[in-house]
């Protein structure tokens, strides 16, 4: 198999799990909205949407996980045609600000799920506010590095 046949290969499943991830975090959005609709409704419901959210979050830190892994290759490839150009090096740094925006958003999901299961009474709207910020932030870093890869620049 020649290099840039792994090339392509890695090239793939790069972008496979990045839309995979980008129609998730979509669902996932769509699914939240519903979720505070009911968050003081119902219960039930409520702990239903969750798990739903929680599913997403779970295939999207994998789709996430495995876009990283599968662009690492690829940089390991081609890392001279591409690495110094300046939009591949934004898009990384966009990348590493979703991976810490994931973090933060995993952390307020926790105090959500604390608080369905009663053990914390924190401010629902708190977390709402938090939750969508980070989901809308993300939406646009994915956007922008769509951009990005249609759009190149140095």
Known sequence: MTPHSVY??????HLTAFAL???TLIANLINNNQLW??????????KALFQTTDRYNK???????????????MMTQ????????????VKIALVLVIVVIRV??????????KRLAGETSIS????????????????????????LSVCRFN
């Open 8 to 13: 392509l290969i890695f090239l793939i499943l």
């Open 21 to 23: 991830f980008t129609g």
């Open 37 to 46: 609709q009911y968050s003081e409704k119902d219960l039930t419901i409520t």
């Open 59 to 73: 295939i999207m830190a994998a789709s996430l996980g495995i876009a990283l892994v599968m662009g690492i290759l």
């Open 78 to 89: 081609m890392h001279k045609v591409y690495g110094a150009q300046t939009w591949m090096r």
């Open 104 to 113: 933060l958003y995993s952390r307020n999901v926790n105090k959500f799920k």
């Open 124 to 147: 629902m709207s708190d977390v709402k506010k938090k939750v969508s910020l980070y989901q809308l932030v993300q939406i646009i870093l994915v956007a922008g590095i769509i951009v």
